[in-house]
Protein backbone atom coordinates (compact mmCIF):
# COMPACT_ATOMS: atom_id res chain seq x y z
CA UNK A 1 0.00 0.00 0.00
CA UNK A 2 1.33 3.11 -0.84
CA UNK A 3 -0.27 6.02 0.90
CA UNK A 4 -0.07 9.93 -0.25
CA UNK A 5 -0.78 12.94 1.19
CA UNK A 6 -2.03 14.52 -2.29
CA UNK A 7 -5.62 14.38 -3.52
CA UNK A 8 -3.96 13.54 -6.87
CA UNK A 9 -2.06 10.58 -7.78
CA UNK A 10 -1.21 11.06 -11.42
CA UNK A 11 2.48 11.74 -10.68
CA UNK A 12 2.40 8.75 -7.96
CA UNK A 13 1.19 6.30 -10.85
CA UNK A 14 4.18 5.44 -13.36
CA UNK A 15 5.80 4.61 -10.25
CA UNK A 16 4.43 1.73 -8.85
CA UNK A 17 4.70 -1.95 -9.14
CA UNK A 18 1.57 -4.46 -10.31
CA UNK A 19 0.27 -5.45 -6.91
CA UNK A 20 0.08 -2.35 -5.28
CA UNK A 21 -2.54 -0.23 -3.79
CA UNK A 22 -2.34 3.79 -3.88
CA UNK A 23 -4.54 5.23 -2.05
CA UNK A 24 -4.97 9.16 -1.92
CA UNK A 25 -5.28 12.31 0.65
CA UNK A 26 -9.32 12.74 0.49
CA UNK A 27 -10.54 14.93 2.28
CA UNK A 28 -7.17 16.61 3.67
CA UNK A 29 -7.06 19.69 1.06
CA UNK A 30 -10.92 20.27 0.78
CA UNK A 31 -10.45 23.56 2.94
CA UNK A 32 -7.21 24.48 1.50
CA UNK A 33 -8.26 24.17 -2.00
CA UNK A 34 -12.00 25.54 -1.74
CA UNK A 35 -9.61 28.93 -0.08
CA UNK A 36 -7.43 28.82 -2.72
CA UNK A 37 -10.01 28.98 -5.63
CA UNK A 38 -11.83 31.64 -3.36
CA UNK A 39 -8.82 33.73 -3.39
CA UNK A 40 -8.25 33.02 -7.03
CA UNK A 41 -11.70 34.34 -7.97
CA UNK A 42 -11.85 37.35 -5.98
CA UNK A 43 -8.68 38.54 -6.79
CA UNK A 44 -8.86 37.91 -10.89
CA UNK A 45 -12.21 39.90 -10.89
CA UNK A 46 -11.49 42.52 -8.67
CA UNK A 47 -8.21 43.27 -10.33
CA UNK A 48 -6.03 42.79 -7.36
CA UNK A 49 -2.50 41.46 -9.12
CA UNK A 50 -3.04 44.43 -11.85
CA UNK A 51 -3.42 47.18 -8.92
CA UNK A 52 -0.68 45.52 -6.62
CA UNK A 53 1.77 45.39 -9.48
CA UNK A 54 0.76 49.35 -10.46
CA UNK A 55 1.54 50.06 -6.73
CA UNK A 56 4.85 48.52 -7.05
CA UNK A 57 5.51 51.23 -9.84
CA UNK A 58 3.67 53.93 -8.22
CA UNK A 59 1.10 54.04 -10.72
CA UNK A 60 -2.33 54.85 -9.77
CA UNK A 61 -5.13 52.72 -12.19
CA UNK A 62 -8.82 53.85 -11.73
CA UNK A 63 -10.88 51.20 -12.67
CA UNK A 64 -14.37 49.74 -11.62
CA UNK A 65 -13.74 45.99 -11.53
CA UNK A 66 -16.83 43.17 -11.12
CA UNK A 67 -18.11 41.97 -7.74
CA UNK A 68 -18.59 38.75 -7.33
CA UNK A 69 -22.00 38.99 -6.08
CA UNK A 70 -24.96 38.41 -8.79
CA UNK A 71 -22.27 35.79 -10.64
CA UNK A 72 -23.13 32.57 -12.32
CA UNK A 73 -20.19 30.26 -11.15
CA UNK A 74 -19.93 26.58 -12.73
CA UNK A 75 -18.30 24.01 -10.69
CA UNK A 76 -16.90 21.00 -13.35
CA UNK A 77 -16.12 18.62 -11.25
CA UNK A 78 -18.19 18.33 -8.22
CA UNK A 79 -17.18 16.56 -5.69
CA UNK A 80 -16.02 16.71 -2.20
CA UNK A 81 -13.49 19.70 -2.97
CA UNK A 82 -16.78 21.14 -5.32
CA UNK A 83 -19.10 21.27 -2.31
CA UNK A 84 -16.34 22.78 -0.33
CA UNK A 85 -15.97 25.51 -2.71
CA UNK A 86 -19.53 26.04 -3.26
CA UNK A 87 -20.16 26.42 0.44
CA UNK A 88 -17.73 29.29 0.16
CA UNK A 89 -19.08 30.97 -2.31
CA UNK A 90 -22.99 30.81 -1.58
CA UNK A 91 -22.00 33.83 0.70
CA UNK A 92 -21.51 36.49 -1.91
CA UNK A 93 -24.74 35.58 -3.51
CA UNK A 94 -23.97 33.81 -6.21
CA UNK A 95 -25.75 30.86 -8.63
CA UNK A 96 -23.84 27.82 -8.41
CA UNK A 97 -24.01 25.23 -11.76
CA UNK A 98 -22.42 21.63 -10.68
CA UNK A 99 -21.00 18.99 -13.09
CA UNK A 100 -19.47 16.14 -12.60
CA UNK A 101 -19.21 12.82 -14.20
CA UNK A 102 -23.00 11.15 -13.29
CA UNK A 103 -25.41 12.93 -12.90
CA UNK A 104 -26.94 13.11 -9.19
CA UNK A 105 -29.98 15.44 -7.57
CA UNK A 106 -29.25 19.40 -8.06
CA UNK A 107 -25.64 17.97 -10.23
CA UNK A 108 -25.53 17.78 -13.73
CA UNK A 109 -23.51 15.37 -15.56
CA UNK A 110 -20.33 16.05 -18.01
CA UNK A 111 -22.42 15.72 -21.37
CA UNK A 112 -24.83 18.74 -20.40
CA UNK A 113 -21.30 20.31 -19.94
CA UNK A 114 -21.73 22.33 -23.14
CA UNK A 115 -25.59 23.71 -22.39
CA UNK A 116 -23.97 25.04 -19.30
CA UNK A 117 -20.89 26.50 -20.11
CA UNK A 118 -22.86 29.70 -21.87
CA UNK A 119 -24.43 30.40 -18.67
CA UNK A 120 -21.48 30.77 -16.25
CA UNK A 121 -19.62 33.91 -15.74
CA UNK A 122 -16.98 32.06 -13.63
CA UNK A 123 -15.96 28.23 -14.27
CA UNK A 124 -13.84 26.20 -11.86
CA UNK A 125 -12.08 22.87 -12.46
CA UNK A 126 -11.51 20.88 -10.32
CA UNK A 127 -11.85 17.29 -11.81
CA UNK A 128 -9.31 14.96 -11.65
CA UNK A 129 -6.21 14.16 -13.93
CA UNK A 130 -6.97 11.16 -16.04
CA UNK A 131 -7.03 10.09 -19.59
CA UNK A 132 -11.11 11.51 -19.75
CA UNK A 133 -9.85 14.46 -18.48
CA UNK A 134 -7.17 15.81 -20.72
CA UNK A 135 -7.81 18.61 -22.58
CA UNK A 136 -11.53 18.53 -21.57
CA UNK A 137 -11.11 22.18 -21.56
CA UNK A 138 -10.28 22.93 -25.47
CA UNK A 139 -10.71 25.26 -28.23
CA UNK A 140 -14.60 24.35 -28.06
CA UNK A 141 -15.10 24.31 -24.67
CA UNK A 142 -13.28 27.77 -24.60
CA UNK A 143 -15.35 29.29 -27.22
CA UNK A 144 -18.88 28.18 -25.62
CA UNK A 145 -17.57 30.25 -22.81
CA UNK A 146 -19.66 33.56 -22.57
CA UNK A 147 -17.26 36.59 -23.37
CA UNK A 148 -15.20 38.07 -20.24
CA UNK A 149 -15.88 35.03 -18.18
CA UNK A 150 -13.11 33.40 -15.92
CA UNK A 151 -11.56 30.12 -16.12
CA UNK A 152 -10.15 29.15 -12.86
CA UNK A 153 -8.19 25.62 -12.54
CA UNK A 154 -7.26 24.29 -9.29
CA UNK A 155 -7.40 20.39 -11.49
CA UNK A 156 -4.22 19.41 -13.19
CA UNK A 157 -2.62 21.21 -16.24
CA UNK A 158 -2.93 18.54 -18.65
CA UNK A 159 -6.99 19.57 -18.19
CA UNK A 160 -6.52 23.12 -20.31
CA UNK A 161 -5.24 22.61 -23.59
CA UNK A 162 -2.94 25.43 -22.94
CA UNK A 163 -2.69 26.47 -26.73
CA UNK A 164 -5.99 27.10 -27.13
CA UNK A 165 -6.15 28.82 -23.45
CA UNK A 166 -3.45 31.18 -24.64
CA UNK A 167 -5.04 31.80 -28.21
CA UNK A 168 -8.54 33.04 -26.15
CA UNK A 169 -5.81 35.10 -23.20
CA UNK A 170 -4.29 36.81 -25.67
CA UNK A 171 -7.53 37.93 -27.32
CA UNK A 172 -8.42 39.46 -24.38
CA UNK A 173 -12.25 37.73 -24.35
CA UNK A 174 -11.55 34.74 -21.33
CA UNK A 175 -9.53 35.46 -18.45
CA UNK A 176 -8.00 32.77 -15.98
CA UNK A 177 -6.90 31.94 -13.06
CA UNK A 178 -4.27 29.11 -12.58
CA UNK A 179 -3.07 27.59 -9.78
CA UNK A 180 -1.13 24.86 -12.49
Request: with cysteine; charged share 20%; aromatic share 4%.
Amino acid sequence: VVQTMTAGVDHVRPYLPAGVTLCNGRGIHDASTAELTLTLILASLRGIPEFVRAQLTGDWLPDTRPALADKTVLIVGYGQIGAAIEARLLPFEVDVLRVARTARDGIAALPELPQLLPQADVVVLIVPGTPATRHLVDAKFLASMRDGALLVNVARGPVVDTDALLVELQTGRLRAALDV
